[in-house]
Nanobody, 120 residues
Framework: QVQLVESGGGLVQAGGSLRLSCAAS????????MGWYRQAPGKQRDLVAG???????NYADSVKGRFTISRDNTKNTVTLQMNSLKPEDTAVYYC??????????????WGQGTQVTVSS
């Protein structure tokens, strides 16, 4: 069974940094696009940053220049380095990955979510 397990997150003061990591495990044939989304209370879940298998990246305008997404294809992991954090970055952050499993089934997977809280 394929799953995504996140780590990192927590409470930080404005201007601080946090690092989120996510690892895909299980019977995996290939991991395609990976990304991080976030959802604040009462709001929809939005894309924060995405990365292709080849390393191409895209970011939400609100995080450009502050957040960096990276991945390790050998370990099926994706990381989000968050710098210069602002109170408006407070949200539950979710890892996402497009995975082909060992039976060649293609599916979108989500992590369990990790809370990021930025105090002013």
């Amino acid at each position: 069974q394929v799953q995504l397990v996140e780590s990192g997150g927590g409470l930080v003061q404005a201007g601080g940094s946090l690092r989120l990591s996510c690892a895909a495990s299980g019977r995996i044939f290939s991991v395609n696009n990976m990304g991080w989304y976030r959802q604040a209370p009462g709001k929809q879940r939005d894309l924060v940053a995405g990365i292709t298998r080849g390393g191409g990246t895209n970011y939400a305008d609100s995080v450009k220049g502050r957040f960096t997404i990276s991945r390790d294809n050998t370990k099926n992991t994706v990381t989000l380095q968050m710098n210069s954090l602002k109170p408006e970055d407070t949200a539950v952050y979710y890892c996402n990955a497009e995975i082909i499993d060992s039976q060649l089934h293609y599916r979108d997977y989500w992590g369990q979510g990790t809370q990021v809280t930025v105090s002013s």
